[in-house]
């Protein structure tokens, strides 16, 4: 497949990380951001072409992991409404929030809907003017402009039965909160090549020269993360902390500007809180005061609501690079992905499940 | 289409039925309607088929000194209609190659309707008449069956059970104990297109050019393996959880270490492309025309001509061997950029991802 295969290629993969083998002097700790490439990482091996010295840590950038417990009770109690249409992506169905998932709530007689796109709710509102279409926005930067058009649209066409529940988050706050822990141990990052092909890099320059580290924006085929690590290793063994872009046949510096602009129309940036991190000053998206009628929090009075995590899951320490899936006391065994704990284990893209696919035979 | 469907049921179908152009409840109340119905209808698809005189049951002579093969299946496919096929091609084809995966050679099948009220006449003749083309393709009859109607909502549209029996020659064993260190494990085609052509419609996603099914009988592949000399070991078909589940299986059972290598997997284009869209890999997704076959290396080659020859099955392809013993039963896979990893049975069903 074009603008696959080509990247997958086991000549160039061994290339790459023989020249990683010949970068590195030293011990250094990569954090790669998003979900995709942890995926990536683990399902091709990629890990384990790198030399010893450098360790891959499993980033906060899963937007199914980070999605906070009370919004995904939030998301049970709506879908449980009667005459509620309630929309979702996939994978967040299996999300344990702190009294069930919404398959549960699937089950129990609720009419969900997985959707891939959100302006298919749109279609759905249309043909249903007797039911509440609401949508689950989750996401980074990468679903916001689409959860953003459908919002956008909504009002336009003035649908009355389409709302949005918002959790989205913001990568370059996560950034910061990492490398503000005093426990952090991540020295360079590879940032997610989909979440810059939105927004381009600009947030991510004065970021790197704030911390002084390493931030290479990067793709998501094989060639691609090796790529990442080999700019980032670079960098960092020559002492140099810079943004660069690896990802440079999606990414622009200025990024998709009328996504951008559609965003900044209809979110404000908000405090959001991360599941297993706690709450990031304006790491967020909600919707603008001027779309308030299409928030769901709002219409469903619910905006009050919380609820506590399980304590056993390490999932925070995970999505900060301060612990691997395979240390936690209850992997594979209290926590699988039959009966998770926490959401890294769920998503496919979460770090503890790609673990537990692909690297059980380690615990 | 609705044309079309209309077309079907004019020229194959002009009968009384027609004063009901749906299944309603009485067509399942054990009356006149009901008789109608089967008679009529379900009958008139499967005529010819069932040996002896009409009774509770069908009273059928097997052939001497062969052992029974005994299987059962029921099909609840949403949408009933996906390209390349329909649930009445499944309802054949799934218990069909149950049964060869056993080395067995399919003979009878059952045909049960669960029928939700409502379901078009039209479309319950074209489920009957793909039943029918699907049976004589695989060289079985459907000898008996029943039917039920369940109230509006209760079901979805048509759910179809069938039972079947098939006879294994003698002297023949096709078992997940027989697999052993050094067999050859093969494929008889490209992975994944039955999975993705049900995705497709369901989620109203188009491509290109329309993925369609799979669905296939197995038997008479089955048949060349044999014909061709194979001491076959073992045979598992590749439905549900894809070719993951079925190498899982096969390992589990047997204490086994599997190896495959993901690029010797033959998987098309255009399923490769669907499944990147929306997150799933390949090796989990089902099939209706494909299995798993554990033959020794030795007679590898003997076995690929065999299937290569079959049309439908020209993709056939060696993917891995049976390294040896494993307490845990494990399969390795080694990925396209040449690292080992395990390959282990999906939990639940694979979901759409986010980005």
Known sequence: MKYMDEYRDEEGVAKLAEAIQRAVTRPWVVMEVCGGQTHAIVKFGLDELLPKQITLVHGPGCPVCVTPVEMIDKAVQIAARPGVVFCSFGDMLRVPGSRGDLFGAKAAGADLRVVYSPLDCLKIAAENPAKQVVFFGVGFETTAPANAMAVHLAREKGLKNFSLLVSHVLVPPAIDAILSSPRNRVQGFLAAGHVCAVMGTEEYHPLAAKWKVPIVVTGFEPMDILEGVLMTVRQLEEGRGECENQYARAVRRGGNLGAQALMRKVFKVVDRKWRGVGEIPMSGYGLADEYAAFDADKIYGLSGYTAAEDAECISGDVMRGNAKPLDCQAFGTRCTPEKPLGAPMVSSEGACAAYYRYRRQEA | ?355
């Open chain 2, 1 to 355: 289409m609705t044309d079309k469907k209309t077309d079907i049921y004019d020229v194959a179908c002009p009968l009384p039925i027609s004063d009901y152009p749906v299944v309603t409840l009485a067509h399942g109340g054990g009356g006149r309607l009901m008789h109608q119905l089967i008679e009529t209808v379900i009958g008139r698809a499967f005529a010819g088929m069932a040996p002896g005189e009409q009774h509770d049951s069908a009273v059928l002579e097997p052939p001497a000194g062969q052992r029974l093969a005994l299987t059962s299946d029921s099909f609840v496919v949403r949408p009933a209609f996906f390209p390349g096929g329909s649930i009445g091609h499944l309802a054949v084809n799934g218990t069909v190659n149950d049964l060869a995966m056993s080395g067995a050679v399919p003979r009878w099948l059952t045909c049960s309707l669960i029928l939700e009220e409502g379901l078009p006449m039209a479309d319950l003749w074209r489920v009957l008449q793909d039943m029918r083309t699907a049976a004589e393709a695989a060289h079985v009859a459907i000898v008996t069956g029943d039917t039920k109607v369940v109230d509006k909502g209760k079901g979805d549209g048509i759910y179809i059970n069938t039972a079947g029996v098939g006879f294994v020659p003698a002297g023949r064993v096709v078992a997940p104990s027989r697999v052993a260190a050094g067999d050859a494990i093969l494929v008889n085609g490209d992975l994944g297109r039955h999975g993705m052509a049900i995705m497709a419609v369901r989620e109203g996603l188009s491509f290109e050019s329309a993925i369609e099914t799979d669905c296939a009988p197995l038997t008479a592949a089955v048949e060349a393996l044999f014909a061709a000399g194979v001491d076959v070991h073992c045979l598992r078909d590749l439905t549900r959880g894809g070719l993951s589940s079925c190498l899982n299986e096969i390992a589990w059972a047997g204490k086994l270490a599997l190896e495959v290598r993901e690029r010797a997997v033959p998987v098309r284009e255009d399923v490769k492309a669907a499944c990147e869209i929306l997150g799933f890999d390949p090796l989990y997704v089902a099939n209706e025309g494909r299995f798993a076959a554990f033959v020794p290396e030795s007679q590898a080659e003997r076995a690929l001509a065999a299937l290569r020859q079959m049309p439908g099955f020209e993709q056939a392809a060696l993917i891995g061997t049976v390294k040896g013993p494993d307490p845990r039963g494990k399969v390795h896979l080694t990925s396209k950029v040449g690292v080992a990893r395990v390959l282990d049975m999906i939990s639940g069903e694979q979901l759409p991802r986010i980005c």
